[in-house]
């Protein structure tokens, strides 16, 4: 069984994957392999200061994600840009993944599921939603602006969007042990699916 987590920036996506992974499914998370695998690459490196300049992808150091982060999210093309050069190497990694453990349990962090099309990867997709107050509030708490966190949010589907979109939806306002619970009863149906 291949699960595809999406929903809301802040909403959760990591939290319920970590609770999947708790009750036995292998998890990836996009973010976290383009932050550690695709843009640490050196090839990779060298197109994004072809693309934006040294003070972005330093000769000597890591990638500054906020500067790339500052650059794309407020133009279209340069988030363009930035999609088609990471995307590829993304699903490669997912690809290999796969590939080496094609009987276990996936579950997938993946921001952009619906945006970019990729439901065909999955058996079911989850969209992990919150009110806006309450995904606004995590984002402060995690120390991003309500300013960026608003213009980051501008360039997704919208959350209403996502939960018409996907298979199943958890609603994550309340508490964790409510969060828990919802994954509790979601894998025990997925399962008796499969
Ligand atoms: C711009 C970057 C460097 C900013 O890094 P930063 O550490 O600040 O954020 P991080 O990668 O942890 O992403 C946090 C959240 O931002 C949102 N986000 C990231 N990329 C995008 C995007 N292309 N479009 C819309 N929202 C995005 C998602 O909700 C994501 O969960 C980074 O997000 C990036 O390289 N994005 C492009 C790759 C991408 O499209 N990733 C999503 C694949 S599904
Ligand atoms: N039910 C909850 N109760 C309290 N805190 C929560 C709950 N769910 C998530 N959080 C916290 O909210 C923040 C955002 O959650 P998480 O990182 O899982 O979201 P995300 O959707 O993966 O975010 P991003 O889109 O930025 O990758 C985290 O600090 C997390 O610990």
Do not use: Y
């Amino acid at each position: 069984m291949i699960l595809g987590i999406t929903g809301g920036m802040g909403c959760g996506k990591s939290t319920v994957a970590r609770l999947c992974e708790q009750r036995g499914l292998r998890r990836l998370d996009s973010d976290a392999l383009i932050r550690e695998r695709v843009l640490t690459d050196p090839a990779m490196r060298e197109a994004l200061r072809a693309e934006w300049g040294a003070d972005v992808a330093p000769v000597d150091a890591p990638v500054n994600r906020a500067r790339l982060a500052a650059r794309v999210f407020d133009d279209e093309m340069a988030l363009a840009t930035l999609e088609r050069l990471t995307h590829p190497p993304l699903f490669a990694l997912w690809r290999a993944a796969l590939r080496d453990a094609p009987t276990v349990d996936w579950a997938i962090e993946v921001p952009l599921l619906f945006e970019k099309g990729l439901e065909n990867w999955f058996d079911f997709t989850v969209c992990v939603a919150s009110s806006p107050a309450q995904q606004l509030a995590r984002l402060e708490q995690r120390g991003l602006s309500r300013a960026l966190a608003e213009q980051r949010i501008s360039k997704q589907l919208s959350l209403a969007r996502k939960i018409e979109l996907s298979d199943h939806v958890v609603w994550n306002d309340g508490s964790l042990a409510f969060l828990e619970s919802q994954v509790d009863h979601l894998l025990a149906a997925l399962r008796t699916l499969r």
